[in-house]
């Protein structure tokens, strides 16, 4: 999911305004630290256990959804004891499940997007769940429609710029990504990195889809280095970009800010949620320039070997539209099911974008070509050094 409340940390979300979230996150295992912030993890989920198979192991990160009333009506209507084991972000989730498979301590994994799902596929982590996906929307299973995971939310990442600054006067907004190497940009703009960023790796997927990477040309390289070369400011996250740097945000009220960056990634609907929690007033805009969004879509999965029964029953409750109508201003992210859409309360839905034409690259090229494309990332930015 998304984030961009002042009270809450870092989506990678969906998913990295939470950690985002939209919503904090690279498979390479040596590369990901996990960062373990609650509970010791019950054995649950074993095969014949039958002591502990109403419990249910969750691991997952931040997400805001997951709050403890939910966690309460869901064990009050069913029984099940849910423990819940929250790491880093969707990177993280990944890692552990490849780092613990077999293990069979994990019932279900909550916020991987499709970034890292088809990771988690390949590497036969997740089991087919008996869920009623009827009824989500078909953007939401565009991605992937399978039984092996389902989708719960989603969100288009995109550039945010500040109207306040990219006014025509002080700075132009942008028609093409190669404004952005210009002169007059340098050093003014913020963009997590896709190594360890969710966000980050979903607009450089982008950027690859924008410079038509099929084609085999070296434009995608090119503009990394040219945007490293007009001093971009690359975070970790997306909580340092947005927060720290992004001057169209709320980082002016949070500690640390320095505001030196007028435009950033985020998601195409976080001017919608700053005007939202701002009673109806935003400074920030999004950039929809043709491909280059990115639809981020976060799943809800059995793990392999965990207690595949509750785990369906906790999605079916995540996907009901009780709970899932409510991802917009719990989680700050679309809602997945059908009729659903953003609040028009506070200039929330009025001013949240749906990008035209986002970037098309599919779950099975990114798993095929993730590592690939961030050793060229990496060498791009690090060129000439």
């Known amino acids: 999911m998304a984030t961009h409340r002042p009270d809450l940390g870092n989506a990678s979300g969906g998913s990295e305004m939470r950690n985002t979230n939209k919503n904090e996150k690279s498979p390479k295992i040596a590369n990901m630290v996990i960062v373990i912030l609650l509970l010791t993890i019950p054995l649950s989920g074993c095969v014949g256990d039958t002591e502990n198979d109403r419990e249910l192991v969750i691991v997952t990160y931040d997400v805001y959804a997951l709050t403890d009333e939910v966690i309460e009506e869901f064990e009050n209507e069913t029984g099940i004891s849910v423990t819940i084991l929250k790491l880093n972000d969707a990177g993280s989730i990944l890692d552990y499940l490849i780092q613990h498979q077999g293990r069979e301590d994990v019932d279900l994994a909550i916020g991987m997007d499709n970034n890292f799902l088809g990771t988690a596929i390949e590497f036969d982590l997740l089991a087919e769940s008996d869920v009623n996906q009827v009824g989500i929307r078909n953007d939401a299973l565009g991605p992937y429609s399978g039984p092996l995971a389902t989708p719960f939310d989603m969100g288009y990442v995109c550039l945010n710029y500040d109207t306040e600054q990219v006014d025509g006067e002080n700075l132009t907004v942008p028609t093409s990504l190669w404004n952005l190497t210009e002169e007059e940009w340098r050093g003014k703009v913020a963009l997590p990195s896709p190594v360890t960023s969710s966000p980050g790796r979903a607009f450089m997927l982008a950027t690859l889809d924008y410079f038509d990477w099929e084609d085999g040309n070296d434009e995608f390289t090119s503009w990394w280095t040219a945007m490293k070369d007009n001093d971009v400011i690359i975070t970790s996250g997306w909580s340092e970009a947005y927060e720290t740097h992004y001057t169209g945000g709320y980082g002016e009220w949070t500690e ?130």
């Open 256 to 385: 640390g800010y320095i505001g030196d960056a007028h435009i950033t990634v985020s998601y195409c609907h976080s001017p919608g949620v700053e005007s939202w929690y701002n009673e109806n007033w935003t400074k920030s805009a999004s950039l929809d320039l043709p491909k280059t969004s990115f639809l981020q879509v976060e799943y809800a999965a059995a793990v392999n070997g965990g207690n595949i029964e509750t785990a369906s029953e906790f999605i079916n409750y995540l996907i009901s539209p009780e709970v899932n109508s409510l991802m917009p201003t719990e989680n700050l992210m679309y809602s997945v099911l059908e009729g659903q859409d953003l609040p028009e309360e506070n200039g929330y839905l009025l001013n949240s974008v749906i990008p035209q034409q986002p970037s098309q690259i599919s779950m099975n090229d990114i798993s095929e070509n993730i590592e690939l494309w961030l050793e060229e990332w990496n060498s791009a930015m690090t060129s000439g050094e």
